[in-house]
């Protein structure tokens, strides 16, 4: 259930693609093997860039949204993929409740459309529950595209969650619950939520993922014979950080400095003669926004009161006290002269579709999840267009959706190792 898709790289294909390509029998059975041990996500999104040298997944997004981004072409795959989730939670589930973020942006209330589309062509009746006060009657929100939505006010039971005359199996979250976690979703002991409560950045860190996903690349290196670092971005992390009172800026100082050293070493050893860089960024994903590109440590003394403000908060700001210091990973994507970068969509186990990530304001060493980015879906080519394994890079058209499927996989385990070590109701053995 890997679709290809075109993407806007057509040169020859380096030696990771191709030697992800030729152990494609091998990969396939070591993720068949992993799903036997693991439990995927109900749905993901993974972020990815793509150097040429260097391809690593750089955000992993366990309520996606976007989901309008999907062409028609792409649907087909989602349906499926949420009919084996479905089997596999409640096979005799009839009623599904999506609790979506608080907000009636249309923008994100389209992509609750087409979730609910998708979930609806899969077998179950969907219906969406608002966490707002202000819903107190169902309210209906025609979207531009001539569809509509209606947000319904949730009802609480001693253990159930549900609308009026509408009782759910299952209660899936399209909210990050960034905010904390509202009362009225603790204590369900009798539905299945998913993701599960401890997946919201109330409690999640990007640390642990990317800690949990390195153990992943590592294993995976080991299988394919390769360095992980070529599919890995290195990370080192920070707490207590406060850019406008300057604390923590001692952690901040050595970590990059250790992290900007290490990256120069793995540049020289395969001969790269781009200049390094790292990504600070929250680690509670507070906002994905709120980024600092360094390229030296001295640049952390130079910060503009902007800057500090930006990853400070502002008043009606959660303020970023905790941030992870990450590997820039550059991107080498590009569509009509702008910068792009894949982002690789899935439900279950399966990848079911994409998108680029478009900025025509933005360097290739820069992130690109910022106001101006536009979004450029991919699209299906025929079966003839696969790679053929064993001929030379270039000889042979590009499927580089297929590798980026496979990134997008290995974070998605990685999401599943870091939920299972972070369950807080997980058994513990002596």
């Known amino acids: 259930m890997v679709p290809h898709l075109v993407t806007a790289l057509n040169g ?9 390509l030729e152990s494609t029998p091998v990969i396939e059975r070591w993720f068949r093997l992993e799903w036997m041990e693991h439990t995927p996500p109900l749905y993901s999104a993974v972020d990815i860039r793509n150097a040429g040298f260097k391809l690593a997944p750089v955000d992993t997004d366990l309520f996606p949204s976007g989901w309008n981004h999907l062409t028609p072409e792409m649907m087909p795959l989602a349906v499926q993929a949420a009919m084996a989730a479905i089997e596999k939670i409640c096979p005799e589930a009839r009623n599904l409740l999506l609790v979506p973020e608080n907000t009636q942006d249309t923008f994100y209330l389209s992509n609750l459309a087409q979730l609910q589309r998708i979930f609806n062509q899969a077998g179950l009746h969907v219906r969406l529950g608002s966490l707002s006060n202000q819903i107190k ?10 569809e509509s939505v209606t947000l319904e006010p949730l009802v609480r039971t001693q253990h159930r969650l549900m609308l009026k005359h509408f009782d759910p199996c299952t209660i899936l979250l399209n909210n990050d619950l960034s905010a904390g ?139 970023v006290s905790e941030v992870i210091i990450q590997e820039g990973v550059l991107t080498n994507e590009r569509i009509n002269a702008a910068v792009a970068e894949p982002v690789v969509y899935m439900v279950d186990r399966y990848v079911v579709g994409g998108f680029y990530r478009v900025h025509a304001e933005r360097r290739q060493d820069e992130n690109l999840n910022a106001p101006g980015a536009s979004f450029v879906p991919l699209a299906f080519e025929q079966s003839k267009q696969w790679p053929q394994p064993g001929t030379k890079p270039g000889a042979s058209v590009p499927n580089r959706f297929y590798m980026y499927g496979v990134i997008g996989r290995l974070a998605m385990l990685a999401a599943s190792y870091e939920l299972e070590a972070t369950d807080p109701n997980a058994e513990v053995y002596e």
């Not at 020859?12 to 992800?20: A, F, G, S």
């Not at 009657?137 to 001539?146: A, K, R, S, W």
């Not at 929250?282 to 990853?311: C, F, G, H, W, Y």
């Open 12 to 20: 020859p294909i380096n030696e990771l693609e191709q030697r992800i």
């Open 137 to 146: 009657e169902p309210t209906t929100i025609d979207l531009p595209g001539g």
């Open 181 to 319: 976690v509202p009362g009225i979703l603790e204590d369900l002991h009798e539905q299945y939520l998913l993701p599960p409560l401890h997946a919201g950045w109330a409690t999640r860190r990007k640390h642990q993922h990317f800690k949990a996903y390195e153990e992943v690349a590592k294993r995976f290196g080991k299988l394919l014979d390769m360095d992980p670092w070529l599919i890995n971005p290195l990370f080192n992390q920070c707490g207590e950080v406060n850019f406008n009172q300057a604390a923590g800026m001692d952690c901040l100082r050595t970590n990059v400095d250790a992290l900007l050293n290490k990256i120069r070493r793995k540049y020289k050893e395969y001969g790269i003669t781009d200049k390094p860089f790292v990504v600070i960024k929250p680690d509670n994903a507070i906002d994905n926004r709120r980024t600092l590109m360094l390229r030296d440590v001295k640049e952390l003394d130079q910060l503009s009161d902007a800057a500090k403000a930006d990853m400070t908060g502002r008043d009606s700001e959660q303020p």
